[in-house]
C-alpha cells in the first residue's frame, strides 16, 4: 500500500523504507547482547527484543514484513528454536508488519486488547494523514490482555504492563526482571523528538506517566530498549522525560494565552534543545505542532 504522505514524514519519520522494499534489502539486523539470554535488535522500524533459552525464543514486536527472514536468521545465530511468543508494544506497522509471517511460522501473538482492535479494523494515523488496512487473522494477536500479563521464560518472569493513553491507547512496557532490561516501545524515542498519536488515543500525559514508571522501575544499571534510538539508561529515560515535559508545559502555557498554532510554532519553544532532540525524526516545528493539536484537545 502506498499513501500520500507529507513530505517530512515519508523523508523522516519512519523513513522511505517502510514504503519502498528495495530499501530493506539493505537493512542489517544488528544484535546488541543486554544479558546473558537477552538481547536487543536493530534493524528498521521499532527496536526488537529478544529473550532465548530452553523454553524457546520470545520476541517483542516484528518491524517490517520484508525483514522477518533477516530477524529470523539474526535470532537462529541465537537460538536453535522458533519463535515462541511476539508480543506487539502497539498497533503501528513498523512494530507490526513482520506479524503476518511471524504467526504463519507458529509464532502466539501476544499484545494489549486495543492493538488487537486496532489491527482488526481500517485504522488512521490523523497526524501522518496515513491509512491502514484490517490485518489478516494470522497476524492478530490470539492472546489480549487489559491491564497486564506475566511470563514465565527462560528462567525469569517477563513483566508486560499497559501505558494508557501514552503513544496510543494500546502501549506496552516490557520489563525483564532478571536481567534487569525495559522494553519501553515508543513510549520511548531516545535521543529523538518522539511521535504521540492522538488518534490512535496517544496523550503527552501517557507518555510521561510511562516514562514516571520506567524511571520508577529502573536501576542505574538497567539496560532500556527504546522503541526508536539507541539503546538507554535510566539516565537517558530521565533526560527524554524532562525534555517532553519542558516543552508541553511550554506549549500548554500558550495555549492557555490563546494563542494559535502558528504563534507558538513562531516562538519556538524548542529552540534550545534542537541541536540535542531535533535531528532526524520529527523535525522540530512538527514536535511543537503535534504538541500543540494534542495538549489543545
Ligand atoms: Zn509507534
Known amino acids: 500500500m502506498r499513501t500520500a504522505l507529507p513530505g517530512f514524514v515519508a523523508a523522516t519519520l519512519f523513513a522511505a523504507a517502510a514504503y519502498a522494499q528495495d530499501d530493506m534489502s539493505k537493512v542489517e539486523i544488528q544484535t546488541e547482547k543486554l544479558s546473558d539470554h537477552v538481547y536487543m535488535m536493530i534493524g528498521a522500524g521499532g527496536n526488537l527484543g529478544v529473550s532465548v533459552g530452553d523454553d524457546g525464543v520470545f520476541l517483542i ?28 508494544t ?9 506479524n503476518e509471517n511471524l504467526g504463519k511460522a507458529g509464532a502466539v501473538i501476544v499484545a494489549q486488547e486495543n492493538v488487537r482492535k486496532r489491527l ?12 491502514t488496512q484490517p490485518s489478516p487473522a494470522i497476524a492478530l494477536p490470539i492472546v489480549t490482555f487489559t491491564r497486564d500479563a506475566s511470563f514465565h521464560l527462560n528462567g525469569e518472569d517477563i ?13 506496552t512496557v516490557v520489563q525483564f ?38 524511571l520508577k522501575t529502573a536501576g542505574d544499571n538497567t539496560k532500556i530498549i ?4 539507541p539503546l538507554a539508561t535510566k539516565a537517558d529515560l530521565k533526560a527524554y522525560r524532562d525534555m517532553l515535559a519542558a ?5 500548554a502555557s500558550q495555549i492557555k494565552q490563546g494563542k494559535k498554532l502558528e504563534e507558538v510554532v513562531a516562538s519556538k519553544p524548542t ?27
Do not use: C
Not at 482488526?120 to 491509512?131: C, D, Q, R, V, Y
Not at 527504546?226 to 534510538?229: D, E, S, V
Open 226 to 229: 527504546p522503541g526508536h534510538g
Open 177 to 214: 526482571t532478571k536481567s534487569n532490561v525495559i522494553h519501553m516501545g515508543d513510549t520511548f524515542f531516545n535521543g529523538l523528538y518522539p511521535f504521540i498519536d492522538t488518534s490512535s488515543g496517544g496523550s503527552v500525559a501517557g507518555v510521561l506517566a510511562a516514562a514516571d514508571r520506567g
Open 120 to 131: 482488526s479494523s481500517e485504522g488512521f494515523i490523523a497526524f501522518l494523514g496515513m491509512k
Open 90 to 98: 502497539h498497533w503501528h506497522f513498523d512494530h507490526t508488519g513482520g
Open 271 to 297: 529552540a534550545k534543545l534542537d541541536a540535542a532532540w531535533g535531528k532526524g525524526f520529527l523535525a522540530p516545528d512538527k514536535f511543537v505542532e503535534m504538541l500543540y493539536g494534542n495538549l489543545k484537545k
Open 61 to 88: 514486536d516484528s518491524q517490517f514484513a520484508a525483514l522477518t527472514p533477516k530477524i529470523q536468521a539474526a535470532i537462529a545465530k541465537l537460538s536453535a528454536k522458533p519463535v515462541r511468543f511476539m508480543l506487539n
Open 247 to 251: 516543552v508541553a508545559a511550554a506549549v
Open 159 to 171: 513483566r508486560a504492563a499497559h501505558a494508557p493513553n501514552a503513544h496510543t491507547d494500546g502501549d
